[in-house]
């Protein structure tokens, strides 16, 4: 089977083919991070505006690569949700034209589901499939849009069992480097400073939310009242005029300390999300905060004063995945992995002419 993909959920505009058990064929992202960092963030009219102009040579760049043409194509998947309106539609109406052009079935595909399946992709279709997640398995999705721990009991399956309750922990990552000073998107920006940076530096305090739910808007005003206190400015001094009075050093161990902090609150939450679940016999991580290192590092060893350090332990039973770095941001080889699991579970394509987007909808 071979899955044309294309997904537009935000600024990346991608298609990829993916051939059986999620064997990548080909992979095309074209970002447009350069445009929104002069802005310091995406402006969704500007968005969907490039993603028109990108989305054809796009998909020829990925049926070129994949050594494809149409007719080779079995069937195609969009991402319909969530995700940006405009975005989403120039993804959606392309699929659809295409599928109703080239009598193809049509599949729709949420971001997150998409996000969670990334962890499926390889190269090699003769790969050992013991590499691949067990189910039942506890996902960690953590994007610019998403903070969210899903259990899964077997394939297209989802429980949401804790959520962000504010921002998103890839917002926050955002958020803050703005206040640092440093370029858009946030995420990578702090991870490279913070190489430079002692992370024991500044103490940020751990949110009190009951359960498994999350919140970072507590951590992004501590970040903001500490630089204020270090920089010895009032706290009415607004947070775009921070940035200058910062030394070089002074910034880094910010980044260090804030990017620690936020990696040990995702951990913790996780763990207990394991402890309440200890049939779990994997765990996996997805979206565009997955790149992090440090997050890597930490979770196969545990996070401070970690509750059950036996879960992370690289020889415990928990297996743990990470997508591969070029699979943790946006892309559309994770809709054509997710796309063949619902496939092969027998899900129904869409109809073309119906098919809505969905921008706000969460996982099913
Ligand atoms: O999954 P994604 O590409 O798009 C959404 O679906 O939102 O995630 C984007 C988010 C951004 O907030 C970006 O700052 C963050 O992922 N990000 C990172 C890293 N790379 C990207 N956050 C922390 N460390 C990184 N290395
Ligand atoms: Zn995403």
């Known amino acids: 089977m071979n899955i044309l993909a294309i997904e537009t ?13 999620a064997k990548i064929l080909s992979n095309v992202v074209v970002s447009q991070i350069d445009i929104f960092a002069a802005y310091g963030g995406v402006i969704p009219e500007v968005a969907a505006r490039s993603h028109l102009e990108a989305i054809l040579p796009v998909i020829h760049q990925a049926l070129d690569d994949a050594g494809l043409a149409k007719d080779d194509i079995d069937c195609i998947a969009v991402t319909y949700a969530p995700g940006l309106l405009g975005s989403l539609l120039i993804g959606t109406l392309t699929a659809r034209t295409l599928a109703i052009l080239w009598h193809k079935p049509l599949y729709a595909v949420h971001h997150l589901k998409s996000h ?21 398995l506890m996902a960690l999705v953590i994007s610019g849009g998403h903070t969210q721990i899903i259990y899964m009991p077997e394939h297209n399956k989802f429980e949401i069992i804790g959520t962000t309750r504010d921002d998103a922990v890839g917002e926050c990552f955002d958020k803050i480097a703005k206040i640092l000073g440093l370029p858009y998107p946030g995420g990578p920006s702090i991870a490279k400073v913070a190489e430079h940076g002692n992370s024991n530096k500044y103490k940020f305090p751990h949110p009190k939310v009951d359960g498994l739910d999350f919140s970072f808007s507590g951590l992004k005003t501590a970040v903001l009242r500490a630089v204020q206190a270090d920089c010895n400015l009032p706290i009415t001094t607004p947070s775009y005029e921070l940035a200058k009075h910062l030394a070089g050093q002074q910034r880094a161990d910010f ?53 059950r350090s036996d ?41 073309p002419y119906k098919l809505n987007i969905l921008p706000h909808t969460p996982i099913k």
């Open 9 to 21: 959920s935000c600024d990346e505009t991608a298609a990829a083919v993916i051939g059986d058990e």
């Open 116 to 136: 969670i399946y990334s962890n499926w992709l390889h190269d090699d279709i003769n790969q050992d499939h013991t590499t691949l997640p067990n189910f039942p």
């Open 311 to 351: 879960f992370w332990h690289p020889h415990a039973d928990l297996q743990v995945f990470f997508p591969e770095p070029r699979f943790s941001g946006d892309n559309a080889a994770m809709v054509g992995a997710a796309a063949y699991y619902e496939i092969i579970a027998g899900s129904q394509a869409v109809d």
């Open 255 to 307: 980044a260090a300390s804030f990017q620690a902090t936020a990696c040990d609150i995702l951990l913790e939450k996780l763990q207990i999300a394991l402890e309440g679940h200890p049939e779990a016999r994997a765990t996996v991580f997805a979206g565009g905060v997955s790149a992090n290192q440090v997050l890597r590092q930490k979770a196969l060893v545990g996070p401070k004063n970690s509750l």
